[in-house]
């Protein structure tokens, strides 16, 4: 049985503009995959596509006004604090660690919230600020870290209570090329080792290649595309031969080559 | 029950390293309330000193060192009393990260009031050594002892429920900010009746005679009112227990009304963006 099983999600919004009638904007539209646990998903799409509004639909933050999601035998939004329990999220635009303090007393916070017991605590904790190299940074409030350090601290947030599902909502933004690459190793050596499952959304294909197993595209509210990425470039990268688009042609043209076909 | 005591020591872990940061300006904050207090007295002592027939009547109900004791009592008990929406609640609120918050595993309501109730505790260990001061002052400006044992108990008492009516109110206030999109403006209108009701600026008790019943059982008596009149030995015969049944009663009801508030509120919270 997948881990995770959608059934024609659908999700719209209502604006209200000044002196205008509200406007109803489908930010999904029956939309439907599964995924198996372990499994490693890119999701991608240009802005306003539906990504965010798909993960905060996973994670239960959202509930939607038609079909129905199972994620290992829960509804996220009616059963939400024991499903977020088994969860990780990472927001690329939000934080996650109080402003105020060092990423440690977060920790600590997180510790008591999740009831992660203090061995356990003890021992991921040290593993994972291991990987992510930011020993250095445990005692410096979050206010004054980097744009690259926190989000590698707020990815420690994320795994502490070992979650069975990762979500991550553009991990790598504004990241350096050396912290993006360091990223990627971590999430990838993660997946191997603990079997997490996740499901990332990105404009960087380059975070696709590298790391997932399977691409999902998402536009205007519809899954579009959902497979591996190969068949997806040898699609959409005009006519010339696959050594060729290998060596010769960016992804991110083939990527918007394909918006533009697509029409999204 | 276990969880919620979890949650509210995590919190107040946070927000006292948060106050032991920013204890400069905490610190100033009791030294500005120790200077408040002592003009508030020379005022009050003006007043009794000058009462004439017509006023000293209005005085009738508090002896000038039960108001000095009031005083002192409230600049610390005042730091209960939320002046505002949680700073950190109020910026989630305002920029979208609601729903960040709506991923941990724990009740939104049961979070907050943690945070709510913690920073407000930790407010009060920094005000709380202003009556520390206040016993070393001399002749009318001293703080006087409580008028009994059984009075000091009551007081602990009644205090401990002040401390989670005055969270329940600001996390009622804080449902109705996430309900109604009034903007942060609006929201300071509850709160600031709800502190001129308490007796904040003038005890309860030198207020007008026919108001007294009212005052007494509208919900922010329990605020300070309530606890320093054991302190202090101004309950009347036959209030007592009715005014600490009051004080509970209140907080149940605003716990239960912001939690139905915000549970509503939950399902069709807008996280704009990100
Ligand atoms: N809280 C909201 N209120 C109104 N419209 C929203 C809200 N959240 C998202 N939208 C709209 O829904 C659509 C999808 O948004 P989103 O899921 O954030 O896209 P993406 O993450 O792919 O860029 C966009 O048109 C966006 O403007
Ligand atoms: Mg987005």
């Known amino acids: 049985m997948p881990q995770i099983e959608l059934c024609e999600i659908s999700k719209s919004f209502t604006v209200r503009r000044k ?37 905060k639909v996973m994670s239960g933050i959202l509930t939607p006004e ?48 999740y009831a992660i017991k203090t061995p356990a605590f003890n021992k991921r904790l040290s593993e994972l600020t291991g990987a992510m190299d930011i020993g250095g940074l445990l005692n410096t ?42 990223l990627r190793d971590f999430l990838k050596e993660e997946n191997k080792k603990s079997g997490v499952t996740m499901i990332l959304t990105t404009h960087d294909m380059t975070d696709v290649e590298a790391l997932c197993s399977r691409v999902m595209v998402i536009g205007r509210g519809n899954i579009l595309y959902n497979g591996n990425l190969e068949t997806l470039k040898q699609t959409y990268s005009s006519e010339k031969p696959a050594e060729v688009i290998q060596i010769y042609q960016n992804i991110d043209e083939i990527i918007a080559n394909m918006y533009r076909e697509m029409k999204i | 029950m276990t969880r919620s005591l979890k949650a509210f020591a995590a919190m107040f872990k946070i927000e006292f390293f948060k106050g032991i940061q920013y204890r400069t300006a905490a610190a100033v904050n009791s030294v500005v309330g120790l200077f408040w ?13 000058y009462a004439n027939d017509k006023t000293a009547a209005f005085f009738a109900s508090l002896t000038l060192r039960q108001v000095v004791t009031h005083v002192w009592l409230r600049q610390a008990v005042i730091a209960f009393h939320p002046q505002n ?15 960040v918050e709506l991923v941990r595993p724990v009740p939104l309501y049961l979070l907050w009031f943690s945070k709510t109730a ?52 600001g996390m009622f206030v804080t449902s109705l900010r996430l309900a109604v999109d009034w903007g942060d403006g609006l929201t300071y209108i509850p709160l600031i009746a709800a502190n001129v009701l308490s007796g904040s600026y003038l005890p309860l008790q030198l207020w007008p005679d026919f108001m007294q019943k009212f005052l007494l ?15 202090i030995g101004s309950v009347k015969a036959g209030e007592a227990l009715p005014s600490l049944i009051a004080q509970v009663l209140w907080t149940v009801f605003f716990i239960a009304a912001g939690n139905i508030i915000t549970a509503k509120n939950v399902k069709n919270i807008i996280v704009q963006g990100g």
């Open chain 1, 141 to 182: 409030p979050v206010r004054q870290l980097s744009l690259g350090q926190r989000m590698r601290c707020e990815i420690v947030a994320a795994l502490l209570h070992s979650p069975k599902i990762l979500f991550l909502d553009e991990p790598t933004i504004g990241l350096d090329a050396v912290s993006k690459l360091a």
């Open chain 2, 118 to 169: 913690a920073s407000r505790l930790v407010l009060f260990l920094f005000r709380g050594t202003i009556i520390l001061f206040s016993m070393f002052l001399s002749g009318i400006y001293k703080i006087s002892a409580p008028v009994s044992v059984t009075g000091f108990l009551l007081f602990l008492v009644s205090l401990v429920s002040a401390f989670f009516l005055c969270a329940a109110f």
């Open chain 1, 19 to 55: 002196k205008a009638a509200a406007q109803v904007i489908r930010a999904l539209y029956k939309v439907s995959f599964t995924i198996e646990e372990g499994a490693l998903i890119g999701l991608i799409g240009p802005n306003g596509a539906g990504k965010s509004t798909l993960v």
């Open chain 2, 217 to 231: 059982y509208q919900p922010f008596a329990g605020y300070l009112d309530i606890p320093l009149r054991f302190y």
């Open chain 2, 85 to 99: 929406i949680e700073e950190d609640i109020r910026g989630k609120i305002n920029n979208g990260d609601v729903g």
């Open chain 1, 66 to 113: 038609g079909g129905t999601c199972v994620i290992s035998g829960r509804v996220p939004w009616k059963q939400r604090t024991a499903h977020v329990a088994e969860i990780g999220v990472v927001f690329g635009q939000r934080s996650q660690l109080w402003w105020d303090v060092p990423p440690n007393d977060s920790y600590d916070l997180l510790k008591d919230i």
């Open chain 2, 37 to 49: 207090g002592i003009i508030e007295i020379a005022v009050f002592s003006a007043f009794y000193l």
